[in-house]
């Protein structure tokens, strides 16, 4: 921010009023006309429609583009991205999958399902091929409330 010619902050409040308003940022950083937004951590930084809304408007996001921001943000493609740039992992549903990135960025679809598990029965099959305790996660959103550690099949 120092560097900045100038900067311009977003009105007080809760999240959705502000910081986590993609909305809200593009219109200022236009009626502003910016060259860049650089949106600090967390909240609408970890956004990819920040980026790619940005860009639809000619304004430089300071941060990874919205692609690449997506698959970093979804833990199954994370950790399938960092399993294709041999980055050692535990074990988990979808070890050993690797991909190359689709022209936008993605993990491909194909790839992407093949770590996801739809069943108990999936869910089971997993945990004994992966050796128990096991933990099971949603793999979006919960922000650590919904995982679950499992000893056993029971």
């Known amino acids: 921010v120092r ?3 100038s900067f311009v902050e977003v009105p007080g409040g809760s999240n959705r009023n ?19 937004v650089w949106p600090g951590w967390g909240h ?10 940005l ?14 921001m997506a698959v970093l943000g979804d833990k199954i493609a994370a950790n399938i991205l960092a399993q294709t740039a041999d980055v050692p992992s535990i074990p988990w549903s ?8 689709t022209a936008e960025g993605t993990i491909p679809d194909s790839v992407f399902q093949k ?11 997993a945990a004994n091929r992966i050796g128990y305790p096991v933990m099971t996660k949603a793999s979006e959103g919960g922000g650590g409330k919904g995982i679950r550690m499992s000893a056993n099949e029971a």
């Open 55 to 68: 860009a639809a408007n000619g304004i430089q996001f300071i941060g990874p583009p919205g692609p690449v």
């Open 94 to 101: 979808g070890d050993g999958l690797v991909a190359e990135l």
């Open 3 to 5: 560097l900045a010619d």
């Open 115 to 125: 770590a996801t598990i739809r069943s108990v029965e999936e869910a089971v099959d």
């Open 18 to 36: 502000n910081y986590a308003n993609v909305d809200l940022i593009v219109a200022t950083a236009i009626r502003e006309q910016v060259d860049a």
């Open 44 to 53: 609408a930084s970890e956004n990819p429609k920040l980026p790619n809304t």
